[in-house]
């Protein structure tokens, strides 16, 4: 069964780096396509923040964060990474990481499973 655990998130300054994680806890993989990151701040709609293949074969980030996030993926370590360099302020929120069995999307309703969530917070 596929269990996604989110870990790195924490209070930081704007214009520091924080770097996500999401395992695959369950060690599977088992019908994962791709992982998607999302994020939600208070009082707004979860949004797509970008994605990656699980081969690795490619990686999508919105106009948004390009230039400041990359996503990465250990294969030995079962696990992908979000990179946040030069956080704003409007980057707060909380990032979730979701297991597709399809494709990279923007649509919450194609993946299928979700991490529990991790809250960024960055102060001006």
């Known amino acids: 069964q596929v269990q996604l655990v989110e870990s790195g998130g924490g209070t930081v300054q704007a214009g520091d780096s924080l770097r996500l994680s999401c395992e695959d806890a369950?060690?599977?993989?088992?019908?994962?396509?791709?992982i998607g990151w999302f994020r939600q701040a208070p009082g707004k709609d979860r949004e797509f923040v970008g994605g990656?293949?699980?081969?690795?074969?490619?990686?999508y980030l919105v106009d948004s964060v390009k230039g400041r996030f990359t996503i990465s993926k250990d294969n030995a370590k079962n696990t992908v990474y979000l990179q946040m360099n030069s956080l704003k302020s409007e980057d707060t929120a909380v990032y979730y990481c979701?297991?597709?069995?399809?494709?990279?999307?923007?649509?919450?309703?194609?993946?299928?499973?979700w991490g529990q969530g991790t809250q960024v917070t960055v102060s001006l």
């Open positions: 990656i293949y699980w081969n690795g074969a490619s990686k």
């Open positions: 369950g060690r599977t993989s088992f019908g994962i396509v791709a």
């Open positions: 979701a297991a597709n069995g399809r494709a990279v999307t923007s649509s919450e309703s194609d993946y299928l499973y």
